[in-house]
Structures are given as C-alpha cells and as structure tokens.
C-alpha cells in the first residue's frame, strides 16, 4: 500500500507520538519534518517488506525447479507437432475471425511462430536441418492462435502505434509495409531444447507466445495477400474436423521422433523429414477439403439440388461452404468446373482434384464419371500473390497427372454439355476456356423463376441475356406475350439461340442485329417466325436503348424489363464511375416501362462494391436518382441476393455478398390536366 494513501486517522495518532518523542530530546516538531520523516520510514519498511516477500518466492521456486521444470515442457511440447502459428491479436479488429470468420488480415496478425527440429549442434556429423527458412512458406499449414496475456496484448498495442509511425516512414522509402516479428523454437532431436547463448532468448519468447496463447483453428499462411491466413478449419464450428487435423499434425510429431533417436544422427532422416513436412500438410488439406465437400453436399440436399427439374448448382462457393478461394458449379449432373482465385487452391491443386474426383465417383447418382474441369482468375490470383516467389518459396506445387490432363483434352472447347434449369435446357460450353466464369450463371436461378411468375401475358425486355436466362424463364415458365433478349456478345446470342431451338421455341431469325432498320419484309417470315414470341439482338444495350424504335419486331413499350449488365466496378476505385453507369442504364431502361399502364424493372448489380456500399443504400439511391431524372415513380418491391446455393459465412456476412437483384414497380407517367 502506497504511504500517502494511510488512513488520516492512523497518520495522525502517529504523529502525536513522534512530535512528544522528539521534544523531549529537542527536535524540531514542525509538521512538515515529521510528515517527511514518517514517509521515509514507511518507504524502508515497505521496501524490506518487498525483499522478505522476494526472496521467499525464490525459495519456493528453488524447492520446487523439478516439477516446475517438468510441467513447463509438457506446456511447450503439446504444441510441438505444429510446425508453423501465428499469433493474431486480441481486439475488437479481431474479433470476426475469433468468431469464425475465415480470413486473417495482415494488420491483425501479432506475430509468427515456426518450430525448427534441429540436429545437436555438439555433434559435428549432425548440421542437417527439418526447416531451413526463416519465414513461414507460402502455403504451410498453420495454427491460428490469439495470446490471452493481457500484459502483452497492452504492450502489442504500443508497438502497433510505433509499427504505424514506422510505416508512414518507410512509405517515403517505397517500403511497402513492415512484416510482424517472426520467432523460431528451436528443438532438438526427441524433443530436447537447443538452449545455446544464441536462441536461448528467442525460444524463451518462443515459448512464452505458445504457453500464453489459446487456439483458434488451422488455416493456410500466404505472405504476400491481404488475407494473410485464410482458416479452413475452425476449433469452435468444426471441433471434429478440428481433431482429426490435429491427430494428423500429432502423427507427423511422432513419426519425427521414431526417426530422430539421440543414438541417431543420420542426416539423411532429417532431410526425409523436411520433405515429409509437405506431405503431412497435403493429408491434412485432403482432410478438410473431403470433409467441407461431403458438408456441401449434404447441405445442397437439403436444397433438393439436384433435382428432377434441375442438375446444375454452385456446389462449393468459398468462404461460404469454408474453403475459401474454391468454388465448384456441378453443371448437368456430369460436369464440375472448379474456379481457383486463391494462391493455396493453385499449389494444392493436385489433393483437391483427388479428392473431388473420389468423392464425385462415391456419390454421384448417376453412373457416370463426374468429370473435372480446372479454371482460375488470373487478375484475383496475382493480387493474392500467387508467382511472387522470391523471398518465400511455396510448398512443392502439384502438377496434375499425365492421365487427369488427358481426361480433359479428351474434350475439345466446342464439346456442349446440356444443363436444365426449373425444366428449361440450355448448352454449355464448360471446356472452352475462352467461355466466362463456369459457362453458366447459377446464382440468378431463383431470381429468374421469382420474376416469371410477373410475366403473363406481358411483354418482357431482356438487356444483357447472356445466353437467354431471364427471357426463356418469362416465356416458358411465365407465359409472357413475348420476349427480346439483348447482349453485345455475338457468342451469347448465337447460344440464346440455340436455347430456344433446344426447347421448341420459334425464334425470329430475320431480328436485326440493331435496332435501326425498321423496314423489315415479314412477307418473307415462316409461318414459325410469325408465331415467334422470341428474338434475340446483338447490340450494345445503351445504343439499343437510344436508339429504340418501335416496330413489328418490338412493341412500343415493355411491361417488365430486365437489366443485368456485367461487373462495372470491379474494384472500390471504380465505384463512382460504375455508380454513373448504373444511373445511366437505369435511367434508359425506366424509360421504355410502359408509360400508361407502369411495369416492372428488375435491375441487377454483381459488383461487391456496389452492393457492400453504404449496406446496399448506395444501389438503391442510384435507381432512384435515374428515375427523377426518367421522371417516373418507382416503388421498392422486393431486393434479392444470388441463389441460396451460393452459401455465405454468418460471421463475415456481408463480405460474401456481391449480387443484388431489386424489383421494381415504375408508375405511369401523371396525367397532365
């Protein structure tokens, strides 16, 4: 207890007594000395009372080294058969992925951790290592820890702040970012510590981060992303999957301990075992993937998907189904295109494929092989830094084998698959790799069946249809009076097309590819092209939208209109522009509803930034503005997401969210009096 913290009571009885003391032998007994006297002595005291209370402690410790020495080593070695962790820090920042939200941000991490298996250095024959980088590799399997001290949490908190001084420096340098402290546990063969001058204080701290620190799953560690870790597994959602990695993890620890004896000292088990490293990492990863799959699967039952009506479906859809950068379209019940957009999907190609390949064959209804077709994002692999290599090696990537290469040149880029979607086909072309995304969109499926039911006897316009999605819907399961489907794309078009032969529709071959000719000679028209309720344009939609001229081809005006234009803001510096766009087309489309009677507007956006922006405002308040300025009335009637096959993570949510598909209801333009 601090002296100027007494009780006044105890102060001043005390007092009293030196002041009669000290008169009796002539001593000044002014207040002032005796307070100044009284603390001095009180500091003594209480300064002896810490060097008594000191050196009892030392003496407990001393008479109680063995047991304490025994307990400390069990902590430490429990952690052991984990190779490689990172310490993120414990704070509101932090909190989401504590949660179990699945991506590790760079600023969030506190520290990294890598457990070196060495050979004793007494030894002169014994210099070979298990792990020779000081850094983790691109790739490696780790364990996502959060420290529970709160005296390091405070003082991680300082360094942050220096860390942020220090890096408003180094970009005037062109120094990018600095890396977090990065320790190295170094261990002895049968586990003995390597307690030498040099590392006995780096595995001091080593140890202090993995006793204090409490797991929170395994993930895959990429230096070069933003998302630092992307956690595949876990402890609190997927405890079981959790153990089984874990026990995966504890049989490399003690495989590393049969081959590394003390009476053993043969260089050639340590590099075997540098080697195995990679290995049991691929186990585990072929662990999680087998068992995030067959979770999938069972989840997309519960969806009835497949069904009698419908056999193409996102299967696996990133964070979402918790293997985040991996997406998996199943197309005809006989097709899956994997799309890659992570750096850890690109060197554990190999494993994922196998597994895939072996789970499709185990519960695919049908008897046919379940063939596999690989796609990446090159734009989203070279920001997650994939083939930037120079300072962090990657674990070995896995190329696939002669015979899995040749399953997929069996197929040429114009081999078609046939998918049905709510009992309307379409052809795909999921080999062709020139084709967008998976060949086919799933995520509008029950956007597209939603809006037909509006569609009766109506007349529908399709801008950007792509291969017809939303066009065919209306007329095959909406019985809309007609439809025309726009897209620049002459590929789209001529597909739309061939949709609509392939489910007995009459298609108007005689469209022109723009809407500028008005003259066309329907004499000519067979008797199918004039019961065609169908066509199909290749235009651009803004031109087609300026230029619109009534005709026998197209109606004076349309009663539901579809806008699905393609991603216009990619990033979140091109969000003002995309956002003019987007007002823009809306604006124009808005103004081809139905001027007497009002109609429907189902207008789309599949850019993250758009619909993240503001919680999905920023969207709305852009249709909005494009209507005063179509001076029209719209009404909100509804706002959807992408398909429920395209599965989010609650504990990111809205981070996955990237389609907004808004219906609205355009009033008729006021009567004037």
């Given at each position: 207890m601090d002296v100027d913290t007494f009780h006044p009571p105890f102060f001043n009885s005390y007092s009293s007594h030196l002041q009669k003391s000290w008169r009796t032998v002539g001593v000044s007994t002014h207040p002032n000395t005796v307070f100044s006297f009284t603390k001095r002595c009180m500091v003594q005291q209480q300064l002896q009372n810490q060097q008594n209370q000191q050196q009892q402690e030392k003496t407990t410790n001393i008479s109680s080294s063995s047991a304490s020495a025994s307990s400390t080593k069990s902590n430490v070695s429990q952690h052991l058969y984990e190779n490689h962790h990172v310490m993120v820090k414990r704070n509101r920042q932090s909190m989401a992925f504590r949660n179990g939200s699945p991506l590790v941000f760079s600023g969030a991490i506190d520290s990294t951790l890598q457990v070196v298996a060495t050979a004793d250095t007494t030894n002169a024959?014994?210099?070979?290592?298990?792990?020779?980088?000081?850094?983790?590799?691109?790739?490696?399997?780790?364990?996502?820890?959060?420290?529970?001290?709160?005296?390091h949490n405070n003082k991680v908190k300082n360094n942050h702040k220096k860390n942020k001084r220090q890096s408003k420096m180094n970009d005037n340098n062109d120094i990018i970012h600095d890396t977090p402290p990065h320790y190295t546990l170094t261990m002895l063969d049968h586990n003995h510590h390597h307690d030498n001058d040099n590392n006995n204080n780096n595995n001091t701290k080593a140890k202090q981060l993995l006793d204090d620190s409490n797991i929170i799953g395994y993930g895959v560690y990429n230096p070069y992303s933003m998302y630092r870790v992307r956690i595949l597994c876990h402890l609190n959602s997927h405890r079981s999957l959790f153990q089984q990695v874990q026990q995966i993890l504890l049989n490399k620890h003690d495989h590393y301990q049969h081959h590394h004896t003390p009476n053993n000292n043969n260089d050639d088990?340590?590099?075997?075992?540098?080697?195995?490293?990679?290995?049991?990492?691929?186990?585990?990863?072929?662990?999680?993937?087998?068992?995030?799959?067959?979770?999938?699967?069972?989840?997309?039952?519960?969806?009835?998907?497949?069904?009698?009506?419908?056999?193409?479906?996102?299967?696996?859809?990133?964070?979402?189904?918790?293997?985040?950068?991996?997406?998996?379209?199943?197309?005809?019940?006989?097709?899956?295109?994997?799309?890659?957009?992570?750096?850890?999907?690109?060197?554990?190609?190999?494993?994922?494929?196998?597994?895939?390949?072996?789970?499709?064959?185990?519960?695919?209804?049908?008897?046919?092989?379940?063939?596999?077709?690989?796609?990446?994002?090159?734009?989203?692999?070279?920001?997650?830094?994939?083939?930037?290599?120079?300072?962090?090696?990657?674990?070995?990537?896995?190329?696939?084998?002669?015979?899995?290469?040749?399953?997929?040149?069996?197929?040429?880029?114009?081999?078609?698959?046939?998918?049905?979607?709510?009992?309307?086909?379409?052809?795909?072309?999921?080999?062709?790799?020139?084709?967008?995304?998976?060949?086919?969109?799933?995520?509008?499926?029950?956007?597209?069946?939603?809006?037909?039911?509006?569609?009766k006897d109506k007349h529908v316009l399709d801008l950007c249809c792509f291969t017809g999605?939303?066009?065919?819907?209306?007329?095959?399961?909406?019985?809309?009076?007609?439809?025309?489907?726009?897209?620049?794309?002459?590929?789209?078009?001529?597909?739309?097309?061939?949709?609509?032969?392939?489910?007995?529709?009459?298609?108007?071959?005689?469209?022109?590819?723009?809407?500028?000719?008005?003259?066309?000679?329907?004499?000519?028209?067979?008797?199918?092209?004039?019961?065609?309720?169908?066509?199909?344009?290749?235009?651009?939609?803004a031109q087609f939208m300026k230029e619109y001229i009534p005709s026998p081809n197209f109606p004076n005006y349309y009663d539901v209109i579809i806008l699905d234009p393609p991603k216009l803001a990619p990033t979140l510096a091109g969000l003002e522009r995309a956002a003019r766009k987007y007002h823009a087309l809306n604006r124009d489309a808005i103004k081809l509803i139905n001027p007497q009677q009002g109609g429907l507007l189902l207008t789309c956006t599949c850019s993250a930034a758009m619909t993240q922006k503001d919680g999905g405002r920023l969207f709305l308040e852009t249709v909005k503005q494009a209507a005063l300025a179509a001076n029209r009335q719209i009404t909100l009637l509804r706002s959807n997401s992408a398909a429920s096959c395209h599965t989010q993570c609650p504990a990111s949510f809205p981070a996955g969210a990237y389609l907004t598909a808004s219906l609205f209801y355009v009033s008729p333009l006021p009567t004037t009096f």
């Open positions: 024959n014994a210099t070979a290592t298990i792990v020779t980088s000081t850094n983790i590799p691109n790739g490696a399997l780790v364990a996502v820890r959060v420290n529970n001290n709160k005296s088990d340590f590099i075997s075992a540098s080697a195995s490293s990679s290995t049991i990492d691929q186990e585990a990863i072929q662990t999680i993937v087998r068992f995030k799959l067959l979770d999938a699967i069972a989840a997309r039952k519960a969806m009835n998907l497949p069904s009698p009506s419908t056999d193409s479906y996102r299967l696996i859809n990133g964070e979402g189904d918790g293997l985040s950068g991996l997406a998996v379209d199943i197309l005809g019940g006989t097709v899956a295109v994997v799309m890659s957009s992570a750096s850890w999907c690109e060197l554990y190609k190999q494993d994922i494929w196998n597994v895939l390949q072996s789970t499709f064959n185990n519960h695919n209804n049908n008897n046919n092989n379940m063939q596999i077709v690989w796609r990446n994002t090159p734009s989203r692999l070279k920001q997650d830094g994939y083939n930037n290599q120079h300072n962090h090696p990657p674990l070995e990537i896995n190329i696939l084998s002669q015979q899995q290469q040749q399953q997929t040149q069996t197929q040429t880029q114009t081999s078609g698959t046939i998918v049905m979607e709510n009992n309307i086909k379409y052809i795909t072309y999921p080999f062709d790799t020139t084709s967008q995304k998976t060949g086919f969109y799933c995520d509008q499926r029950e956007n597209r069946q939603w809006l037909a039911q509006y569609c999605g939303f066009a065919l819907h209306a007329l095959l399961n909406g019985q809309a009076k007609s439809c025309v489907g726009v897209d620049s794309s002459p590929v789209a078009i001529q597909t739309a097309i061939q949709n609509a032969k392939l489910n007995g529709i009459p298609i108007d071959t005689n469209a022109c590819s723009t809407n500028t000719n008005t003259d066309n000679d329907t004499s000519k028209m067979t008797d199918a092209e004039e019961q065609s309720k169908l066509q199909f344009v290749q235009a651009d939609i």
